[in-house]
Every structure is written in C-alpha cells, then in structure tokens.
C-alpha cells in the first residue's frame, strides 16, 4: 500500500505518520525532516532550501521533486512507502503522478487532517522534536517523560526554528494558494479520505486506522 497525508502546518502528520509506518510496515518519507537534514549537514540543497523554509515559504518544486524521486527508487520502499508533506503543489502532485507510474507503485490513499487554523498555533508553539531521531513531542498534548529529553534516544529536544506564530502564518497562505489544488487533483480521482484532526491524538489515529485497514 502506498499512501499519502496531507495537511496544513501542526495538523499531525508526523504525529500519526509514526503510527501509520509502525502499524502498517510502511517507509516514512517526511520532506521536511529531509530538508532539515539536508540543513544541519549544509548541503547545497539545505542550504538553498533553507532560505524559504525559514521564511514559511515553499521550496522550490524542481528540488523538491528532484529529491523525492530520489528517495522514492530506493530499495526500502519496495513495500509500500508513506508521503509526509509531499505534494504540495499540483506541478508536484502530477510529477508524483508519474513516478509512482514509472516505479510502478500507485497511490493508493491520499489522508487529508482537516483542522480549524485558528487551533493550529497552540500546536505548533508547544510541539518539541527530537533532532535525532525526529520523534514528536507536545509540552501538553504529548510530554516526553523527562522534561526536555527525548524518551527514545535520550536527546535533549528542539522547538523547530520556523514554528513561530509569524512563520505559520506564511504556511497557512502557502498550503491555501498551493497545496489546496492538489488535493483537488487527487479528490478528482477519488483518492481522498478527510480525517477530523481536531480530536485527541488517539481519536485522530482510530479514525485513521480503520481507513487503511479498509484500503488494505
Ligand atoms: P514540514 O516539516 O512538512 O512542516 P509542515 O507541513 O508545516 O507540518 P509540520 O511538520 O509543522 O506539522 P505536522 O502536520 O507534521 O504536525 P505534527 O505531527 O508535528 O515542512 C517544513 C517546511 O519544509 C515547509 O514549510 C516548506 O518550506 C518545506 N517543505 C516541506 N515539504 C515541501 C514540499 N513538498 N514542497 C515544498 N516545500 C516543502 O504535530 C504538531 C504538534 O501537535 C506536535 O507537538 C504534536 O505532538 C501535536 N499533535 C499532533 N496531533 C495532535 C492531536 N490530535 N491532538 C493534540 N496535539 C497533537
Ligand atoms: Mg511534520
């Protein structure tokens, strides 16, 4: 199975991409976590795509698809891969159109996390991650066990660098101007599950579960 989930900036994809690849036994392909990897290691790339990230705004799509395509034909998602935050914009959704094509792995379920914006900024303000293995953390909705450390590898975690109030702002507009339109595309084909993620984090990941194992 080969799926998609989408959603404006705080809706939870990472949060419940952790629980979709664990449960399903899909590869997580988060493009953010790749930029910021690619950020901290300053690569051309990081450094070129840190100058829209840091301002809320998209990276361009030539990069952006060039790195997913990439990382799409390597081995590890012969069994079925999970895309965090990819696409974003139709020229992306249609670019995907034809990798999936020529890897021969077609989507299969596009997830869409509706949620209120005006909810959004309490999310983002409080979530912590983990800079080395990428775990999610909430200071309310989702403590790690010992303030400030990571409950896996023992990290001290970080409030990532573009969650401000100002930068969401940004990334709300880019996600209604850009990515909007791709989930329409992929609505046109009868891809699309809405998903309430205005629940708790277990409600959230019930309704989805039982969405993929429906797909399954
Ligand atoms: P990216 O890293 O993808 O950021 P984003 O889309 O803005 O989304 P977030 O990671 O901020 O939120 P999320 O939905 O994963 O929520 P999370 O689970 O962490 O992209 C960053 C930047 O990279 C972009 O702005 C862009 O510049 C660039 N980029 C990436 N992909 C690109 C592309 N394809 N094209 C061009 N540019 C691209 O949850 C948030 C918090 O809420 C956490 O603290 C969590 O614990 C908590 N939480 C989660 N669910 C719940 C719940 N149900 N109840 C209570 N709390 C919850
Ligand atoms: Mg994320």
Known sequence: MNVLIMGVAGSGK???????????GLKHISTGDMFRAAIKSQTELGLEAKKYIDKGLLVPDDLTIAMVKDRLSQDDCKNGYLLDGFPRTLPQAEALQEI???????????????????????RITGRRTCPKCRAIYHIKFSPSKVDGICDECQTPLIHRADDSVEQLKVRIQEHEKNTRP??????????????????SIDGVWHDIKSVLESVE
Do not use: H, W
């Open 100 to 122: 999936a094509k020529e890897i021969g792995k077609p989507i299969n379920c596009v997830l869409n996390l509706v949620m209120p914006f005006d909810t959004l900024a309490e």
């Open 14 to 24: 990472g949060t419940m991409s952790e629980k979709i690849s664990e449960n399903f």
């Open 182 to 199: 791709a989930l329409e595309y992929y609505g046109r084909m009868g891809l699309v599950k809405d998903i309430n993620a205005a629940q």
